[in-house]
């Protein structure tokens, strides 16, 4: 099978680890893309032309694609060329029938071999390019988690993220070089790390802490707010209205707190929400809450609608929980790729007009909520309403348009 690209990967054993068919490809090869660290693994009787990615190695790549290839490439990858390595960028760029791909055992793979650790039942995080807060949303009383760092810094701070968040007891492992004659593992608590790894390194955590689930409604002392927050029982079944689904994109106007972007974006690995906030102080706090429940890097915080809702990316669901006036409605409406869904919340008079009028004019269905807790009452108890709610959810038919 020939390509316009030929994907490497390799290990920390380097040139040694490979297969026979993979040393015979670089040894046939005109150039070679890599790292510093990699192209130094591949011997000095190679007689390919050796080229450096330039940093931002987005744009090197770019250059590339946009060339005339004279000649097939060869590109040097760490680890399985198509787990979280530069494999699946090249398709991108190229196209999946110009790239093919030798592949070679990926770190994770590696540690679980290491571990005895059953690979299909493990999760596995990537903290190459997202924050450690990231980690947040996946710690749970008993998940394998595997982790990815940046560098060597990475494995103390995930340990302090776990100890800062009740998951200091967890068996905490860090193996370093995999496959390389380097090699080293490293293991302890969390809360008790103190060890000094590689650079290449991949962190397991086997977690003992409290039980978090990912169903929506979390508690309101959940989230850091000033009084502008969808409550539990309401966020619930917003969320759940919302139908939160991979690779989408929320638009959560009026933000508040961000509670309701930020349990959507806890039900997906891959969407994405836009937050539209007038207000500077609840703007803090909305960032401040995705990065205590790690979704940070997937959170797109912006101004005040409508205003802020022009340049936003396309969404394919919209929440309006704050700020409803016809004006924000239209542009939603009109932005709302076809197929996606509306869920406005009202609970003044003028808001409920908006909602019953939006009903009339695109249809779906008008829902009212009423909540009362129990709550003490002198020395007795007795049931006390909150304001009720009235929601609108909508779907975007493909004959419907724009407003």
Same mark, same amino acid.
């Given at each position: 099978?020939?390509?316009?690209?030929?994907?490497?990967?390799?290990?920390? *054993? *380097?040139?040694?680890?490979?297969?026979?068919?993979?040393?015979? +490809?670089?040894?046939?090869?005109?150039?070679?893309?890599?790292?510093? &660290?990699?192209?130094?693994?591949?011997? #000095?009787?190679?007689?390919?032309?050796?080229?450096?990615?330039?940093?931002?190695?987005?744009?090197?790549?770019?250059?590339?694609?946009?060339?005339?290839?004279?000649?097939?490439?060869?590109?040097?990858?760490?680890?399985?060329?198509?787990?979280?390595?530069?494999?699946?960028?090249?398709?991108?760029?190229?196209?999946?029938?110009?790239?093919?791909?030798?592949?070679?055992?990926?770190?994770?793979?590696?540690?679980?071999?290491?571990?005895?650790?059953?690979?299909?039942?493990? &999760?596995?995080?990537?903290?190459?390019?997202?924050?450690? /807060?990231?980690? %947040?949303?996946?710690?749970?009383?008993?998940?394998?988690?595997?982790?990815?760092?940046?560098?060597?810094?990475?494995?103390? /701070?995930?340990?302090?993220?776990?100890?800062?968040?009740?998951?200091?007891?967890?068996?905490?492992?860090?193996?370093? #070089?995999?496959?390389?004659?380097?090699?080293?593992?490293?293991?302890?608590?969390?809360?008790?790390?103190?060890?000094?790894?590689? %650079?290449?390194?991949?962190?397991?955590?086997?977690?003992?802490?409290?039980?978090?689930?990912?169903?929506?409604?979390?508690?309101?002392? /959940?989230?850091?707010?000033?009084?502008?927050?969808?409550?539990?029982?309401?966020?619930?079944?917003?969320?759940?209205?919302?139908?939160?689904?991979?690779?989408?994109?929320?638009?959560?106007?009026?933000?508040?707190?961000?509670?309701?972007?930020?349990?959507?974006?806890?039900?997906?690995?891959?969407?994405?929400?836009?937050?539209?906030?007038?207000? %500077?102080?609840?703007?803090?706090?909305?960032?401040?809450?995705?990065?205590?429940?790690?979704?940070?890097?997937?959170?797109?915080?912006?101004?005040?609608?409508?205003?802020?809702?022009? /340049?936003?990316?396309?969404?394919?669901?919209?929440?309006?929980?704050?700020?409803?006036?016809?004006?924000?409605?239209?542009?939603?409406?009109?932005?709302?790729?076809?197929?996606?869904?509306?869920?406005?919340?009202?609970?003044?008079? +003028?808001?409920?007009?908006?909602?019953?009028?939006?009903?009339?004019?695109?249809?779906?269905?008008?829902?009212?909520?009423?909540?009362?807790?129990?709550?003490?009452? *002198? *020395?007795?108890?007795?049931?006390?309403?909150?304001?009720?709610?009235?929601?609108?959810?909508?779907?975007?038919?493909?004959?419907?348009?724009?407003?």
């Amino acid at each position: 099978m020939t390509a316009d690209v030929v994907v490497v990967g390799i290990g920390a *054993g *380097g040139w040694r680890s490979l297969s026979p068919a993979a040393q015979s +490809e670089l040894s046939e090869a005109v150039v070679i893309y890599g790292s510093a &660290r990699q192209l130094d693994l591949v011997p #000095d009787d190679v007689g390919a032309t050796r080229v450096r990615w330039r940093s931002p190695m987005s744009e090197h790549l770019a250059e590339l694609g946009e060339s005339d290839l004279d000649s097939t490439v060869h590109v040097l990858a760490s680890g399985d060329p198509m787990f979280h390595g530069i494999g699946a960028s090249l398709v991108r760029v190229f196209g999946a029938a110009r790239v093919r791909v030798i592949a070679h055992p990926s770190s994770a793979t590696l540690a679980a071999a290491r571990l005895g650790w059953d690979l299909a039942r493990t &999760r596995i995080v990537s903290l190459v390019t997202a924050p450690v /807060d990231a980690l %947040a949303a996946h710690l749970t009383d008993g998940a394998a988690l595997l982790i990815l760092s940046r560098d060597a810094t990475t494995p103390a /701070d995930v340990a302090d993220l776990l100890a800062n968040n009740g998951f200091g007891a967890s068996p905490f492992t860090v193996l370093s #070089d995999l496959g390389a004659d380097s090699e080293r593992v490293q293991a302890g608590r969390a809360d008790t790390w103190t060890g000094a790894p590689s %650079a290449l390194n991949i962190i397991a955590v086997d977690c003992v802490g409290p039980v978090r689930s990912r169903a929506p409604g979390l508690a309101d002392e /959940d989230f850091t707010h000033r009084g502008q927050i969808t409550k539990r029982p309401m966020r619930a079944l917003t969320v759940s209205a919302l139908r939160p689904a991979e690779e989408q994109v929320l638009w959560d106007v009026g933000a508040g707190a961000g509670s309701v972007g930020i349990e959507w974006l806890r039900l997906t690995a891959s969407g994405r929400v836009v937050a539209f906030e007038s207000d %500077a102080e609840r703007s803090a706090d909305v960032l401040e809450n995705a990065r205590t429940h790690g979704v940070v890097d997937r959170l797109d915080l912006r101004g005040a609608a409508p205003d802020a809702l022009s /340049d936003a990316p396309a969404p394919d669901a919209v929440f309006i929980g704050g700020g409803m006036t016809p004006e924000v409605l239209e542009i939603a409406w009109n932005a709302l790729a076809s197929g996606g869904r509306m869920v406005a919340n009202a609970v003044t008079l +003028e808001t409920e007009r908006l909602v019953v009028d939006a009903a009339d004019r695109w249809g779906g269905e008008l829902l009212r909520v009423s909540v009362e807790r129990a709550s003490p009452l *002198g *020395g007795s108890t007795a049931w006390r309403p909150a304001l009720p709610v009235v929601q609108w959810t909508a779907v975007k038919t493909e004959t419907e348009g724009t407003a």
